[in-house]
């Protein structure tokens, strides 16, 4: 019974994690730089579930920095990038509306709509001449619910409450663009 019990609060608790991330250099038509490829494990709790489908209209971020270390003085934020998505439910036709800065998509069901959120890909948040070649810089994604765009009384309930929380940390790792790439 307790196993069952355990199990059960895992269920309603929202979750998000970090699958793989990739940086590579823009193909045409995006102009020369990188872009960033992230796939990330997400689940709705039962919070954000019954949210969006009374008409709450939530949305979340892809996060993205790239910061120059520096021994003197703290890291050096070079390029900030945030890519929103927004995603309500429409009772009328009771469909999944995702709202993204490059197109809008319609599901039937919810996990599908989560499941095309999980994913972002050839998304340009490096352009060639912000970064020196053969400079060694340290990047950082994440995924997180946005909560200074929900309404007050929503937002004072998720500070306080974890099972609106559905964000990962930020994934760090280190990126030394080359010159080939740029030829």
Known sequence: ?????????????????????????????????????????????????????????????VDFKLLKPRWYWSDEEVVSASYPFNLSYHALTRTYRLVTPSQTLTFNRLEDAVEAMSKVSQWPVIQKDAISVGEKYNAKVRFRLVLTEMPKPFQISALVNTEWDLSTEWLEFEFTPHSEILR
Request: hydrophobic residues 45%; proline residues 8%.
């Open 1 to 61: 019974m307790l196993l069952w019990t355990s199990t059960l609060a895992l269920a309603q608790q929202s979750s998000a994690q970090v699958r793989a991330v990739k940086l590579e250099p823009a193909k045409p038509p995006l102009p020369k730089g990188w872009t960033l490829s992230a796939e990330f494990g997400l689940g709705l709790g039962d919070k954000l579930r019954e949210a969006v489908e009374r008409g709450l209209p939530l949305q979340f971020a």
